[in-house]
């Protein structure tokens, strides 16, 4: 299919499309994004063309989730470009709401996230979550789809829309797609594109830190303290030296691990310029 | 009709009940209590009969929304005859889940609520409205209904949770039904059976000062802390001395007033020896 997919910027109309497609037995994905679409959002839309018969990408730049310091302001907004490369594909509808429906005057509820969102990104994007999670709640109700795409590569956050929809008992399913990367390893982010040639080098330090890592795992490293060690030392080498965190943690509680007898999650936040990045790997022992 | 209703306690059975009746064009009602059910409760019942093709009634004494030193434990639990109660009408069926089900390990998600939540209840009752968002939430996920009803004697709470489904844009309409009253003015409520008989006629004072408010607006009177003083004296009279708030506040905002220019709430908490009994009223200058 190569036509361009309709725009819904009204929430009731969003709900009562879900309801009459479902009603009529599709069963429904819906893809939630904040735009500035690359490849890693569209490999989530061949996730629901496959699984699903009807395709919603919802596109919304949510303010809740960014901090008062963050690059809300700036973050790229390419409504025709994301509608030029959806209609490679077959999707049923764009969800645009406006900031004014989401969050209108008075507004005051928001999800308080799970345990999980505490740790790594929680301490260093304070209110992060509780943003991400009011919105992915909020889209679930306005979109009550059989099946929500997420990508791994923000991988507490997966953690956070699986708990809250288990906790909330929301009635969609979680589905967790690998994250997509760049030839030479760099994971696939909207953020990216602030990236000059130089920092785009320098980025690559993200993935090439976490293929050490695996490597050491697979030698037979089991001292997370080795392992970090070796990563922080690539950072430095590239002149990186805005890190948020470098990690190795238990893959569904994200608690901090220090020796690897099990599988554990390897997860960096850092800047490159301006820029933060996040990357994460599961390594196995 | 007087069939018993049929019991569901599994949350995908529940869900798939209402999905299934909506399916199919039905109109579905659902009426969240705590069980005990009395004569209020049941007039929510009607209501949804009349509104609704389908009705729900669920029954969950919610551990999140009592204080650690309430009445979690002793909350009356009458299951046996409140489907006697509701084989009156039409019910087609009681939800009654499992505390695990609801609150199963590791939870830790929940419904930070609106600002109405603060003032009042609130203050006396720290926590109390969160665990009220986060059930309701949880049930309008679980029972995913067109109609929800709720009771005016819980005045605050109706207010945050006309807010909590306007601000996470639950699909779920609200309806308010008037508070249903004995003979001699007490505000039906499932804690009304903790009361002694003497205790049960001081009870009275909670609608009797409130009967006295109406009437000194009526009658003229604009200053609210003159009322108030003239409610404090029937309390005292009464010998009732724990008293959590005597208000006189904005209906929609719950903010104190000071001159009734407009339309306000008078709103009461009171103990009565140990059980803590509310009530309001609207007051129309």
């Not at 819906?30 to 699903?52: D, K, W």
């Not at 004014?100 to 005057?105: A, R, V």
């Not at 991988?155 to 997509?180: A, C, K, W």
Request: with cysteine.
């Amino acid at each position: 299919m190569t036509t361009t997919p309709s725009l819904i910027d009204r929430p009731e109309a969003m709900f009562q499309l879900v309801r009459a497609r479902q009603q009529r037995g599709a069963r429904v994905g819906v893809i939630p994004t904040m735009g500035a679409l690359h490849e890693g959002h569209l490999s989530l839309v061949e996730a629901s063309n496959r699984a699903c018969d009807v395709t919603i990408v919802t596109i919304f730049v949510n303010p809740a989730q960014f901090g008062p310091q963050e690059d809300f302001q700036k973050y790229p907004r390419t409504l025709e470009s994301d509608l030029e490369a959806l209609a490679k594909f077959k999707v049923d509808a764009v969800f645009t709401p406006r900031n004014e429906d989401m969050y209108p005057p008075g507004y005051s509820t928001y999800v308080d996230p799970p345990r999980v969102a505490q740790p790594w990104e929680g301490e260093h994007r304070p209110g992060h979550f509780r943003g991400v999670a009011t919105v992915v709640l909020k889209l679930f109700q306005l979109c009550p789809a059989d099946v929500a795409f997420f990508g791994a590569k923000d991988y507490q956050q997966t953690l956070v829309v699986r708990r809250m929809v288990e906790d909330l008992t929301v009635p969609s399913r979680i589905e967790i797609i690998p994250t997509l990367r760049e030839a030479d390893g760099l994971a696939m982010s909207s953020r990216n594109r602030y990236l000059t040639p130089p920092q785009r080098k320098q980025a690559l330090t993200l993935s090439r830190s976490l293929e050490l890592a695996a490597q050491m795992v697979a030698g037979g490293e089991r001292a997370s303290h080795r392992i970090l060690a070796a990563m922080h030392a690539e950072f430095a080498a590239a002149g990186i030296t805005d890190i948020d965190y470098v990690a190795i943690a238990d893959p569904d509680t994200l608690a901090a691990i220090d020796e690897i007898r099990s599988p554990v999650v390897a997860l960096i936040a850092a800047r490159v310029g301006e820029t933060r990045l996040i990357d994460n790997r599961l390594l196995t022992p």
